[in-house]
């Protein structure tokens, strides 16, 4: 489920062969972070000020409304965490974009986030957890079977960050679909109907005169099964039992993975400190479409 890439293994790779692994359900981990890392001395700064200042699960910057969230606007570190997230945003981007050419056109650059908590022991809600066993549902508004992609780096200078998995989403569809109630949802398209694109249209709309973040409350059939299955995983003891599937993987410090996060199922058990990219990928661009949730839903429908 992981494959490892250290400079030379990736200074290698043909192109989309990384985009290959992530449509299969894979893991892709660097031994060495691949882009530009922020200054330390930044780092450091955040490392320590983000912990106390924190208002939200993380600090975000948006690039569509050009201003990070989850701070309190009068921080003395809001200008240092829109300066390096603003500019991680962009290295992530070049990257993909460079790296797998075919699965990264059109592709919509979401946030860039940091994650200053210690992941272990934050008894939020089981819905918000991140130590729960999960796939990731209707991220930053409707994706209507967009891949959502994530991009991280452990920037905790002696910690490794600690994963759990319990496969990616054919094998998990095919073994709780039926028990998580998804079958109840599908239909043949997983279209929106009229009242749908309606909603659609006016959160555009309001975007469009200076709302920006209203797309984020958007959401369409496919999204809100992702999210039913999304709660069961975490609503179910028995899902997260550490059973034959469970599976735990280490993340050194200032090492980087990324991961299709609507694919693999995956739970933050231990970490503090990561830059975390999200971008949503277009389905039109996939090269194993076959393996795309929306169109393993639609055959099931």
């Not at 319990?166 to 109840?184: H, N």
């Not at 973040?213 to 999210?227: E, H, K, Q």
């Amino acid at each position: 489920m992981l494959e490892i890439y250290d400079n030379d293994r990736l200074a290698a790779a043909p192109a989309d062969e990384i985009g290959d692994h992530l449509e299969s359900g894979k893991i892709v981990k660097f031994t060495t972070c691949p882009i530009e890392l922020p200054a330390d001395d930044k780092l450091e700064r955040l490392r320590e000020e983000l912990p106390r200042q924190l208002k939200r699960k993380n600090v975000s910057y948006h690039p569509e409304a050009g201003r990070v969230t989850g701070l309190d606007d009068a921080s003395p570190v809001a200008d240092i965490a829109h300066e390096v997230l603003s500019a991680h945003r962009d290295r992530v981007t070049d990257f993909l974009t460079r790296t797998m050419p075919t699965l990264s056109t059109n592709m919509r650059a979401g946030t860039s986030s940091f994650r200053p908590l210690e992941e272990k022991g934050r008894n939020l809600k089981p819905h918000a957890s991140n130590e729960l066993i999960h796939i990731d549902a209707g991220a930053y508004g409707a994706t209507n079977g967009d891949r959502l992609l994530r991009f991280f780096v452990n920037v905790n200078p002696s910690v490794d960050r600690v994963w759990a998995s319990k496969g990616a989403f054919p094998e998990l569809f095919r073994a709780y679909g039926k028990a998580a109630g998804l079958y109840e949802d599908l239909t043949p398209t997983l279209e929106r109907g009229a009242l749908g694109r309606l909603r659609t249209s006016t959160l555009n709309g309001l975007a469009r005169i200076g709302l920006p973040l209203a797309t984020v409350l958007d959401s369409s059939p496919y999204d809100r099964v992702m999210r039913k299955f999304h709660n069961f995983m975490k609503d179910t003891p028995s899902f997260q039992e550490q059973d034959d599937d469970y599976q735990v993987f280490r993340f050194e410090p200032f090492s980087a993975w990324m991961v299709l996060t609507d694919m693999v199922s995956h739970a933050s058990l231990s970490g503090q400190h990561a830059l975390i990219y999200t971008g949503v990928l277009k389905l039109a661009e996939c090269r194993k479409p076959e393996l795309a949730p929306i169109n393993i839903l639609r055959a099931a429908a």
